[in-house]
């Protein structure tokens, strides 16, 4: 099976959004279930961007604000777009498997229990379209934070492909490292880092 290319131009864009479910500008492609959003992936080449939500939730009434953004919707195109309530019945085997939303166990009677498991909401994933997950996030985002987190996540990406391609390239190693770091996320750059460090005794790529 082939991957979604690893085009940068493609890389800035993310988010998938429900048909009916949410107040998004209608300039958005809009898939309504991941079985939709990973089939034009295959077409497009475009890699999925998804957002996971709950009505009237405060995080993500303020994520529909940056969603109508005329620079986030441009930069969205780069994506596939995927949209799912995190506590939509429907939903559940994607939330489940991916640990996203909020789970309903049954409860006696047939009646749910309202437990709930999996709670970090809005949940932004980006995958590719065998469900690979590239890079995930928590929380809402004004538009230029999220314009920038675009810009790092198309970094992180590209930089992941490429280790797919060269595992034994301690530049991209070290690249990738570092660029987790500056995401503020150690626990995923560290190891990098580390690697980087052992494949390149040198350190020609400044990784120490």
């Known amino acids: 099976m082939r991957r979604p290319r690893c085009v940068l131009p493609a890389l800035l864009a993310l988010c998938v959004v ?12 809009r898939h309504g279930s991941w079985a939709a959003a990973q089939a034009a992936s295959r077409t497009s080449g475009k890699f999925i961007f998804v957002y996971i939500y709950e009505h009237n939730q405060e995080g993500c009434l303020a994520m529909e604000s940056t969603f109508s953004d005329a620079a986030v919707v441009r930069a ?11 506590d939509a019945r429907q939903n559940r085997e994607f939330c489940e498997h991916y640990r996203v939303g ?17 709670a970090a909401i809005p949940a932004l994933l980006f995958l590719d379209y065998n469900g690979r997950e590239y890079y995930r996030t928590y929380g809402s985002y ?10 790092q996540v198309a970094r992180v990406i590209e930089y992941q492909c490429a280790l797919a391609q060269r595992p034994q390239d301690a530049r991209v190693h070290a690249d990738l490292g570092r ?6 996320r150690t626990p995923l750059g560290k190891p ?14 400044g990784a120490r």
């Open 18 to 29: 429900s048909v009916c479910s949410l107040s998004l500008g209608e300039e958005l492609t």
């Open 76 to 86: 969205l195109q780069g994506y596939e777009m995927l949209a799912l309530n995190g």
């Open 102 to 118: 909020t789970r309903y166990d049954e409860g006696r009677g047939g009646k749910e229990d309202g437990r709930m498991a999996f």
């Open 142 to 151: 004004a538009p230029d934070t999220f314009l920038l987190l675009l810009g």
């Open 179 to 184: 660029l987790y770091l500056e995401m503020g």
């Open 192 to 205: 990098l880092l580390e690697t980087a460090i052992k494949l390149d005794p040198d350190n020609t790529t």
